[in-house]
T-cell receptor, first 113, second 116 residues
C-alpha cells in the first residue's frame, strides 16, 4: 500500500519533547483525517481537514496541533505529551468530505515516556 | 449519536472454512455507509468491503460478503475459504451520508485467528 504513507513508523519521546508526525497521500484526495487508536478502545477521530481547512476538532487537547499545508500533506505536531497519549496514530484520506470511503496509512506507533 | 457494536472480541476458523463476524449499529438516520476494515499485525487499516444503506443488494468482494439487514441494523461479514492471511483484527464502521459529520464510528473489533 503506497496510497497513504506515514512517517515515522515508530516514535519514542519524553514528555518535554516536541515532535511531528507526517502523513502524505498520493490518491488525489481532498479530505484528510487523524485518528488515535489506543489499546482496548475504538478508534477515535481527532481532526478532519477538507481542502486544507480544518472542519472538525473532536475536543482534542491543545498539546496536539495539526497542520495541513496542502491537500496531500497532513502533520500532527506534538508538544508536552503525557504517557496516556501513547497510542497508534492513524492518518486517513477520502476523495472529499462527502465521499464515505476513507483509506488509511500504516500508522505511527507513539510511546511517551 | 451513532454506535457500533461488535459482540465477538475473538473468533477462530480453520483454514478453508467459512466464518461470520457480527456487527450491529444504532442510528436514527436512513442514509449512511457501512464498512468492514481489516487490521493485520502490520497495523495497516485496510478496507475490506463497503455497503451503502440505500442499496438492498449485499456487497461482495471475492471471498468477502456481507449480510446487511437494515431493519435489524445488522451488518455481518462472511469470509469464505479462509486463508492464513485473513488473520487480523476486523473493525465494523459506520459513517453518515448526511451533512455535518465525516466521522467514522468504529466498533471495538473482532480478532480473527485462522488455524492451519
Amino acid at each position: 500500500e503506497t496510497g497513504v504513507t506515514q512517517t515515522p513508523r515508530h516514535l519514542v519521546m519524553g514528555m518535554t519533547n516536541k515532535k511531528s508526525l507526517k502523513c502524505e497521500q498520493h490518491l488525489g484526495h481532498n479530505a484528510m483525517y487523524w485518528y488515535k487508536q489506543s489499546a482496548k478502545k475504538p478508534l477515535e477521530l481527532m481532526f478532519v481537514y477538507s481542502l486544507e481547512e480544518r472542519v472538525e476538532n473532536n475536543s482534542v487537547p491543545s498539546r496536539f496541533s495539526p497542520e495541513c499545508p496542502n491537500s496531500s500533506h497532513l502533520f500532527l505536531h506534538l508538544h508536552t505529551l503525557q504517557p496516556e497519549d501513547s497510542a497508534l496514530y492513524l492518518c486517513a484520506s477520502s476523495l472529499n468530505r462527502r465521499e464515505g470511503t476513507q483509506y488509511f496509512g500504516p500508522g505511527t506507533r507513539l510511546l511517551v515516556l | 449519536a451513532q454506535t457500533v457494536t461488535q459482540s465477538q472480541p475473538e473468533m477462530s476458523v480453520q483454514e478453508a472454512e467459512t466464518v461470520t463476524l457480527s456487527c450491529t449499529y444504532d442510528t436514527s438516520e436512513s442514509d449512511y455507509y457501512l464498512f468492514w476494515y481489516k487490521q493485520p499485525p502490520s497495523r495497516q487499516m485496510i478496507l475490506v468491503i463497503r455497503q451503502e444503506a440505500y442499496k438492498q443488494q449485499n456487497a461482495t468482494e471475492n471471498r468477502f460478503s456481507v449480510n446487511f439487514q437494515k431493519a435489524a441494523k445488522s451488518f455481518s461479514l462472511k469470509i469464505s475459504d479462509s486463508q492464513l492471511g485473513d488473520a487480523a483484527m476486523y473493525f465494523c464502521a459506520y459513517r453518515s451520508r448526511q451533512g455535518g459529520s465525516e466521522k467514522l464510528v468504529f466498533g471495538k473489533g473482532t480478532k480473527l485467528t485462522v488455524n492451519p
